[in-house]
């Protein structure tokens, strides 16, 4: 008899879900609108009946579902407990609970970052590995840590906010999260083009970058592999900020593989081979041979990660 698992990937404008087979075929993905709107009250509900459709569109006995998985964008205790997502406008929660209520199968909870990192792990860049660091370059930059095959939640929900390590102590501009000299500054999108405004303004070297109107992350790096001169410089400049961070957090954690994702790491080998060479100059000598891969489940590594979640992998 067939078991089946839920992802969900709750996000700030929609919901993401999926169907799975317990060994980890997606079988159906949909998405719902996130109703952030009163305090995020609708926003459980909304998914607990999009759940209960498909169960009864797709004629699932009880006894098949293994339960659901959930990931939401903020921090996540160990007991499902959310301490605050100001994206969905809600306080303290404990989300395991509530959805349990509403749906009537077991519920685990994840932070966004450490579900995807889950997910990477079960399907994707870091299958065959339980001992994996995700690293996801985006607007920001998000991490999940997975030891032994379990998310590391941490006491507060922040484990793996990597984004947040103080790389920088003489930077003058603020972080989104109140903080200066985040590793988030350097080496996110956002990060990539201040790190090109700040290059263009040092130096008078001619490059194509000038020559737009508003330089994004990916016309950085698109330069950078055509040749151009400054555009390699800002992509070493962000390889080694990157480099010297994932070193650091080597010493901590020591995994088997660095999986990066998010929309930075479509640059690809450029990105991945340059922060290697910077991670093996300034790792502990026992850490050097640590792997690098590009994430292979995009969007869909939160669905992928909560639905393993649930199974306790």
């Known amino acids: 008899m067939a078991k089946y698992v839920f992802g969900v990937d709750v996000g700030g404008t ?54 659901v998985g959930i990931g939401v964008p903020g921090p ?47 399907q994707g860049g870091g299958k065959g590995h339980s001992n994996l660091v995700m690293v996801t370059l985006g607007t920001g930059v998000g991490g999940g840590i997975i030891l032994n095959g379990k998310m590391l939640f941490g006491v507060n929900g922040a484990g793996g906010e990597i984004g947040h390590i103080c790389v920088d102590d ?19 999108a956002t990060g990539v083009v201040r790190l090109a405004g700040r290059a263009m303004a040092a130096s008078d070297k001619k490059s194509t970058l000038r020559e737009l109107e508003a330089v994004t992350a990916k016309d950085v790096f698109d330069a950078a592999k055509a040749g151009d001169e400054l555009a390699l410089e ?9 480099g ?55 969007n869909d590594a939160g669905i992928y990660g909560s639905a393993c979640s649930i199974l306790g992998r």
């Open 14 to 67: 929609t919901v993401k879900m999926g169907l799975f087979t317990v060994e980890g075929e997606l079988l159906d993905k949909w998405e719902i609108k996130t109703r952030t709107e009163d305090g995020g009250k609708n926003v459980l509900p909304d998914i607990a009946d999009s759940i209960k459709e498909v169960i009864e569109s797709k004629k699932l006995a009880k006894e098949d579902v293994e339960g």
């Open 234 to 242: 800002i992509v070493d400049t962000q390889a080694r900020i990157l």
């Open 244 to 298: 010297r961070a994932l070193a650091q957090i080597a010493c901590v954690v020591d995994p088997e593989i660095f999986v990066i994702g998010g929309g930075v790491s479509k640059a690809g080998s450029i990105l991945t081979d340059s922060v290697k060479k910077y991670f093996e100059h300034y790792a502990f000598h026992a850490c050097r041979q640590t792997k690098f891969a590009l994430a292979q489940l995009g």
């Open 170 to 188: 003489s930077e003058t501009e603020t972080c989104g999260c109140g903080n200066k000299g985040c590793l988030e500054q350097y080496t996110s």
């Open 76 to 122: 996540v205790k160990e007991d499902g407990t959310v301490l605050k997502c100001v994206n969905l406008g809600w306080g303290i929660l404990n989300v395991e609970d509530e959805l349990e209520k509403l749906i009537g199968y077991p519920v685990k909870a994840g932070n966004d970052a450490n579900v995807a990192a889950l997910g990477e792990m079960w």
